[in-house]
């Protein structure tokens, strides 16, 4: 059994090595492109490619003093801004039915809710721009891009809020009936509270989906533009200096939005459990 030991060993740290090698490979070849961005948003070259000839943030500020680039940023936000508000009611009441009703093929149902995490954004856009403009003879405006995104962001927040609801204790709400709470304060006093942090979870993922989403937005934002149709627009004219900054702007804000729908639900779990920590000495 030792000499058996002895000779798996050297091949399981052999084994390791190699994996842990290619993952290393994997995720440099991931996350170079990004780093180089971000570099040459940094970079003193004024046509924003190499050679690198001095590190300077001056991008960034001529970024915030583009009139256009401010004009996409408040496009870009008050976009996002409803699609979050429209995302999270819709998906957190969507949510409810789908765990806890016994209606016939729920199973169907739940994946036909889904689907548009599945189906191509390109598909989207083209459907909902053909509805929009042929069947309603609607004009295409930041309202239409704002429908078109909520399409595609609104499962997200009811998967999380489903799976939420599926590990809620139902003890809980009858504890409260036998208490006297009628529905309207059970739904605020229990339910609520209990499935915040993944309603902000998923409130977070629309906002950031939102931010970066460019394919169905291109189809149904009419004349104005976002953040990401900007960059496009610009890209085909040169990558400039200008450019590099404004996306790695926007990776940042993508990245700290993620980061927060992660944190965020343990720090309201953690400040709930608080008080009753301190009742408790």
């Not at 915030?64 to 699609?83: G, H, M, P």
């Not at 689907?115 to 721009?129: A, D, E, Q």
């Not at 930041?142 to 609801?165: D, E, K, S």
């Not at 950031?208 to 104005?224: K, M, P, W």
């Amino acid at each position: 059994m030792a000499r058996e030991a002895e000779i798996v060993s050297p091949r399981a740290g052999l084994t390791r090595a190699l994996l842990g090698g290619w993952a290393a490979l994997v995720y440099l070849f991931l996350f170079a492109p990004i780093a180089l961005l971000v570099a040459f948003s940094f970079n003193a070259n004024r046509y924003g490619t190499f050679p690198f000839t001095g590190w300077t943030g001056k991008w960034y500020g001529q970024v915030f003093s583009d009139y256009q680039i401010r004009d996409a940023l408040t496009t870009t936000l008050k976009v996002a801004a409803e699609v979050t508000v429209v995302s999270t009611l819709v998906g957190t009441a969507a949510a409810f039915p789908l765990v806890r009703s016994r209606i016939p093929f729920r199973t169907g149902i739940g994946i036909g809710m889904t689907l548009p995490i599945m189906t191509p954004r390109l598909l989207i856009g083209v459907s909902l721009l053909v509805l929009l403009t042929t069947v309603f003879k609607w004009q295409l405006s930041p309202q239409t891009a704002v429908i078109g995104q909520a399409v595609y962001t609104t499962p997200f927040v009811l998967l999380l809020v489903a799976a939420r609801l599926q590990g809620f204790d139902p003890a809980l709400e009858r504890a409260a009936s036998d208490l006297g709470a009628n529905t309207f304060r059970r739904l605020r006093y229990v339910v609520l509270p209990l499935i915040m942090p993944a309603v902000f979870a998923g409130a977070l993922f629309a906002f950031t989906l939102s931010l970066d989403e460019f394919i169905i937005t291109n189809f149904l934002i009419g004349a104005r533009n976002t953040l990401p149709i900007y960059i496009y627009t610009q890209v085909k004219f040169g990558i400039t200096p200008e450019v590099n900054a404004l996306a790695s702007l926007l990776l940042a804000a993508s990245l700290c939005l993620i980061a927060l729908a992660f944190v965020l639900p343990a720090a309201i779990r953690r400040a709930r459990r608080l008080p009753a920590a301190l009742r408790a000495r």
